[in-house]
């Protein structure tokens, strides 16, 4: 299995309150993505990352922010959480943009 | 904008017995890749099976293949001999092959149930 841990595994928040869900992986690659699982929607790209400082939207990145600061960390802040980001938040990373993607174990979060 | 469609939202199949899933997908491009992954109740996401497009043989890992249909953009998946641990949600999944570092695309998922 690919070095990918997320943190925390589960949290409970209220609206309003700033969070930061962090991806670390023990791979060296280059690429790390976040995405976000709905039912009924699959799983959507929120951001993803090229390389340390090197970032970019993906499709539902509304209310999100990202940084990288170093190749192993990629950490998600939603800084005012609302109830409509209560959903399950998986990283994932790959050596190579069309290299196949391995994936963290998920984090849940609610926003009451 | 790719899009990728599940059409099956839950299968059943008995345990033991060969069942597909399948996968239809929209894109201009002539060079992609296409994947499926497992997800059991674990929520752990398993890559299951890697296709490239420009590949005309269709890919096989052990149990599992695909039917990949270029013309009609179809990518269906093939269980033979189903077991209880083959139990998950099952998601095909796009990414082209152009310049950029953008994610996957996902369907939206078909439940696979296995009768014992």
């Known amino acids: 299995d690919a070095g990918i841990t997320q943190s925390p595994r589960h949290k409970v928040t209220e609206t309003g309150t700033p969070v930061t869900l962090r991806c670390h992986q023990t791979?060296?690659?280059?690429?790390m993505y976040w995405y976000r699982q709905d039912p009924g929607h699959g799983l959507r790209l929120i951001h993803y990352?090229?390389?340390?400082?090197?970032?970019d939207k993906g499709e539902v990145s509304d209310g999100y922010s990202v940084s990288r600061s170093k190749t192993e960390d990629f950490l998600l802040t939603l800084e005012s959480a609302t109830s409509s980001q209560t959903s399950v938040y998986f990283c994932?990373?790959?050596?190579?943009?069309?290299?196949?993607?391995?994936f963290g174990p998920g984090t849940r979060l609610t926003v009451l | 904008a790719q899009t990728v469609t599940q059409s099956q939202p839950e299968m059943s199949v008995q345990e033991a017995e060969t069942v597909t899933l399948s996968c239809t997908y929209d894109?201009?491009?002539?060079?992609?890749?296409l994947f499926w992954y497992k997800q059991p109740p674990s929520r752990q996401m398993i890559l299951v099976i890697r296709q490239e497009a420009y590949k005309q043989q269709n890919a096989t890992e052990n149990r599992f293949s695909v039917n990949f249909q270029k013309a009609a953009k179809s990518f269906s998946l093939k269980i033979s001999d189903s077991q209880l641990g083959d139990a998950a949600m099952y998601f095909c999944a796009y990414r082209t092959s152009g310049g950029g570092a953008d994610g996957l695309t996902f369907g939206k998922g078909t439940h696979l149930i296995i009768q014992p």
């Open positions: 994932a990373i790959s050596d190579d943009p069309t290299d196949t993607q391995y």
């Open positions: 990352s090229y390389g340390v400082k090197d970032t």
């Open positions: 894109t201009s491009e002539s060079d992609y890749y």
């Open positions: 791979e060296n690659h280059r690429y």
